[in-house]
T-cell receptor, first 127, second 110 residues
Framework: QVQLMQSGAEVRMPGASVSLSCKASGYSFTNNYIHWVRQAPGQGPEWMGLIIPIGGTTIYAQQFQGRLTITRLTSASTVYMQLNSLTSEDTAIYYCSRDAGYCSGSACYPAKNFDYWGQGTLITVSS | QSALTQPPSASGSPGQSVTISCTGTSSDVGAYDYVSWYQHHPGKAPKLIIYEVNKRPSGVPDRFSGSILGNKAALTITGAQADDESDYHC??????????FGGGTKLTVL
């Protein structure tokens, strides 16, 4: 069965960086986009960005441009998310999720919705 | 891009129909068909229950339905059950790599 397994909770000081991982299993890793979404306490979710595993192309939400980097290691079926220059406002649960579409060869057909999600990773930014 | 507007809470009795709204503008909800809904029990992974406004993934009970009218999308649970008590989020894909979430609605079935 499809699973997205995320790395564990982290605590960081303001100004630091954090890197999370999301290991995919149960399907062909290069077939589907992977997104990162976060939800801060008491707020709605926020889309952060995505990676197209087949070629590594990334798209980032405007508010994260310049401090968010999403990468993948195809041999490990794993996607990484690094967020720099952390502030207390980055305290949130971070989720990876899979786009329900598919890629075939060099062509991709995203479904624009998320059919599987990781369990979430709590990032706490505090001095 | 502003978040979509959902009521913070909704409630209903078991067996009743409950509708959760997701309101945007003519530039977002009113312009795109890629509205999806997710059920999210705190501490668990969110679950896709509606995509492309009104389509249900395999395995999602048919008591869940989606609709759209003008700038407002809606999730209706016909015959709510205790297990449906959860947080519900709407999401809209607006093209050009932009996804917008609603603030979420906490559904109570009592």
């Amino acid at each position: 069965q499809v699973q997205l397994m995320q790395s564990g909770a982290e605590v960081r000081m303001p100004g630091a960086s954090v890197s999370l991982s999301c290991k995919a299993s149960g399907y062909s890793f290069t077939n589907n986009y992977i997104h990162w979404v976060r939800q801060a306490p008491g707020q709605g979710p926020e889309w952060m960005g995505l990676i197209i595993p087949i070629g590594g192309t990334t798209i980032y939400a405007q508010q994260f441009q310049g401090r968010l980097t999403i990468t993948r290691l195809t041999s490990a079926s794993t996607v990484y998310m690094q967020l720099n220059s952390l502030t207390s406002e980055d305290t949130a649960i971070y989720y990876c999720s899979r786009d329900a579409g598919y890629c075939s060869g060099s062509a991709c057909y995203p479904a624009k919705n998320f059919d599987y999600w990781g369990q979430g990773t709590l990032i706490t930014v505090s001095s | 891009q502003s978040a979509l507007t959902q009521p913070p809470s909704a409630s209903g009795s078991p067996g009743q129909s409950v509708t959760i709204s997701c309101t945007g503008t003519s530039s977002d909800v009113g312009a795109y068909d890629y509205v999806s809904w997710y059920q999210h029990h705190p501490g668990k992974a969110p679950k896709l229950i509606i995509y492309e406004v009104n389509k249900r993934p395999s395995g999602v009970p048919d008591r869940f339905s989606g609709s759209i009218l003008g700038n407002k999308a809606a999730l209706t649970i016909t015959g709510a059950q205790a297990d449906d008590e959860s947080d519900y989020h709407c999401v809209l894909y607006m093209g050009s790599g932009i996804w917008v979430f609603g603030g979420g609605t906490k559904l109570t079935v009592l």
